[in-house]
């Protein structure tokens, strides 16, 4: 089997993913976007959140928040996750991430894993098979699991050490 040639479907284990899009369900009313904080009719049943699952008209047509969500490197970014997991004070407060944003907090969610199989020696790339019914976001047991002794990352003082190495790229390349 060439996979150079023939692989460029393969994503990883989608079995998560697939429990959580077949309980996505489009309602008759609305709710907030726990991602965007727009209006949707469309909930994920497993998490009991509401997402924008591309919806194919009106003022948020094609949004991926559904996708984005339960996406690993996304965990912590979403608008109801920000007085959650990143200990915001008001939702009212949250900003849509831009894609610097994105980048750093890729980078964060990916030291995390790592540090935590490097102290556990397991690959953590999905969280345990649910016990309960209801799951959870997918990352969130990673995200709320106690950091490795010596090796915390507190999400703001991380970003705040990326907006300062940035301004200070911006300074010696003037």
Not at 3 to 28: A, F
Not at 60 to 75: A, Q, R, T
Not at 140 to 155: F, I, K, N, R, T
Request: include cysteine.
């Amino acid at each position: 089997m060439d996979l150079k040639k023939n692989g460029k479907h393969l994503c990883g284990d989608m079995t998560y993913i697939q429990r959580h899009y077949s309980k996505t369900v489009t309602t008759k009313h609305s709710a907030q976007c726990a991602m965007c904080g727009g209006q949707t009719q469309q909930k994920c049943e497993l998490c009991g959140v509401w997402l924008h699952k591309m919806p194919t008209n009106g003022k948020y047509k094609g949004k991926m928040c559904w996708f984005e969500w339960h996406s690993d490197v996304c965990v912590g970014l979403g608008r109801d996750d920000f007085t959650g997991l990143m200990k915001g004070t008001n939702k009212d407060d949250w900003q849509p991430p831009n894609k610097r944003r994105k980048q750093q907090h890729k980078k964060l969610i990916e030291k995390i894993l790592a540090a935590k199989q490097d102290t556990t020696g397991v690959k953590v790339d999905k969280p345990e098979p649910p016990i309960k019914e209801v799951e959870a976001h997918p990352a969130a047991a990673v995200a709320a699991a106690p950091a490795p002794a010596g090796s915390a990352v507190d999400p703001a003082q991380y970003y705040q050490n990326q907006d300062e190495q940035n301004t200070n790229l911006k300074r010696t390349e003037v």
